[in-house]
């Protein structure tokens, strides 16, 4: 009858070094020294940041490419949805702190799913300073893979995305945690 | 499919995954418990104040490490949402507070640790599906017919190697003969799962890197891989002489 016998001890240890030294050839040989996800633009923390152009409602235009140099907060966001009117304040009152810092907010209302005529009363109504851009074609709701609302994208002065934020409300204190960290 | 997948459990729904996985887990891990020398209530209640720990652990870690940011706004501290979180902070009071629960309780480390592998084993495939869900722990751009489509590239599924490496892992330590020897169950778990870490860890996209392109993970992985070696080595040295 064949009975298995267990491993020596040296056997054991043999065992042990000949796969401590091929993990080590493996992670050598897997060395990354490139920095791929830095050239490509997605909604991911690592990835360049799509870019995109949109306008106001009076009119103004933003192209979130020539903000490179000031950290950019970009929030998704419509009138319908109760968690994005709870954290305007915060952001406003972050933007009011941060603005001269080099933070810029372009706050995105997903127009395409969301009633224009209410967008001027909502910035009315919070007092938001900040550029209200308006999403009529769900261009930037495609780009940014838009699932949730709201959604925050928090973007370096190179214009690489360093946080995501899906859902709200997002607090003061989350906001200056996030923001700090683009403006370093 | 995956499409469909990712819609169902986008963030931030794709914690439902984990505590799905957390349930199966404890219920699997229920079932051999008395194997292992440790009462099922003894199990239930590990994990129950491991679970509480690591929730209220990793919020007061986050806190602590941005404490100006919160003294300006205490009230943020009782936010609802779940990105003010540290992972690593949450773990080390879990375990902290199971060590000193399993102290006060009489619990033996290595037989505890036996009895929740299937928990952590089950536990793993949830988080491997909870990154597919995300789409985070992404992969390298490839050409490979299995590459997916994610983040405007195709990339290696690395969330599908991890899924099913840790699919793997389960039903090799789940059927596994009971070992009497206390410790081995659990060593043979980690040793496998930081092997196949080592491994898949080279596919992926979002390696944060040290000393000039090695990869992080992988060499977490490596060194948790020797410090098992040696740990099984001084689990069947002690269980013999025992």
């Known amino acids: 009858m064949y009975t298995r016998k267990a491993m020596s001890k040296i056997q054991r240890i043999s065992l042990y070094l000949l796969?401590?030294?091929?993990?080590?050839?493996?992670?050598?040989?897997?060395?990354?020294t490139s920095?791929?996800?830095?050239?490509?633009?997605?909604?991911?923390?690592?990835?360049?940041?799509?870019?995109?152009?949109?306008?106001?409602?009076?009119?103004?235009?933003?192209?979130?490419?020539?903000?490179?140099?000031?950290?950019?907060?970009?929030?998704?966001?419509a009138t319908w949805c109760p968690p994005c009117r709870a954290e305007m304040p915060a952001i406003e009152k972050m933007y009011q702190e941060y603005k001269d810092q080099g933070l810029v907010v372009l706050a995105v209302d997903m127009t395409y799913q969301d009633n224009p005529a209410?967008?001027?009363?909502?910035?009315?109504?919070?007092?938001?300073?900040?550029?209200?851009?308006?999403?009529?074609?769900?261009?930037?709701?495609?780009?940014?893979?838009?699932?949730?609302?709201?959604?925050?994208?928090?973007?370096?002065?190179?214009?690489?995305?360093q946080e995501v934020v899906i859902g709200g409300p997002m607090s003061e204190a989350l906001l200056r945690t996030r923001i700090e960290q683009i403006l370093e | 499919m995956l499409t469909l997948f990712r819609n169902l459990f986008s963030p931030p729904r794709h914690m439902i995954l984990l505590l799905l996985a957390a349930w199966i887990g404890l219920t699997l891990a229920e079932k051999r418990t008395e194997?292992?020398?440790?009462?099922?209530?003894?199990?239930?209640?590990?994990?129950?104040?491991?679970?509480?720990?690591?929730?209220?652990?990793?919020?007061?870690?986050?806190?602590?490490q941005n404490m100006p940011a919160f003294l300006k706004s205490p009230l943020g501290i009782l936010s609802v949402n779940p990105d003010i979180f540290d992972p690593l902070g949450g773990m080390a009071v879990a375990v902290i507070t199971a060590v000193v629960y399993g102290q006060r309780r009489g619990l033996k480390l290595?037989?505890?640790?036996?009895?929740?592998?299937?928990?952590f084993a089950i536990l793993s495939i949830g988080i491997g599906l909870s990154h597919l869900a995300a789409g985070t722990a992404f992969g390298l751009e490839t050409d490979a017919a299995w590459g997916i489509n994610l983040w405007n590239a195709t990339r290696h599924p690395t969330q599908i190697y991890e899924t099913a490496a840790s699919l793997l892992i389960f039903g090799l330590v789940w059927l596994q003969k009971q070992n009497p020897l206390s410790g081995i169950h659990f060593l043979t778990y980690a040793a496998l799962t930081a092997a196949a870490q080592l491994f898949i860890q080279a596919f992926h996209g979002d390696s944060a890197l040290i000393f000039d392109g090695l990869r992080q993970g992988q060499v977490m992985a490596w060194i948790s891989l020797a410090i098992i070696f040696v740990l099984l080595e001084y689990r069947l040295k002690e269980n013999h002489e025992g």
């Open chain 1, 19 to 32: 796969i401590l030294i091929a993990g080590a050839a493996w992670i050598a040989a897997s060395a990354d």
């Open chain 1, 35 to 77: 920095n791929a996800t830095a050239a490509t633009a997605a909604p991911q923390v690592g990835f360049a940041a799509p870019d995109f152009t949109l306008k106001t409602p009076d009119g103004e235009e933003y192209t979130l490419s020539e903000l490179k140099g000031s950290a950019v907060l970009v929030n998704l966001w």
């Open chain 1, 118 to 161: 209410d967008v001027a009363p909502f910035i009315q109504e919070y007092g938001l300073t900040f550029p209200i851009l308006l999403d009529e074609t769900g261009a930037v709701g495609g780009m940014y893979q838009l699932r949730s609302l709201p959604s925050s994208y928090f973007i370096d002065r190179f214009g690489i995305i």
């Open chain 2, 35 to 64: 194997r292992y020398g440790v009462s099922k209530d003894d199990l239930n209640n590990l994990t129950y104040y491991g679970l509480l720990a690591f929730v209220i652990g990793g919020r007061l870690s986050f806190v602590l």
């Open chain 2, 110 to 119: 290595w037989n505890s640790l036996d009895a929740l592998t299937p928990f």
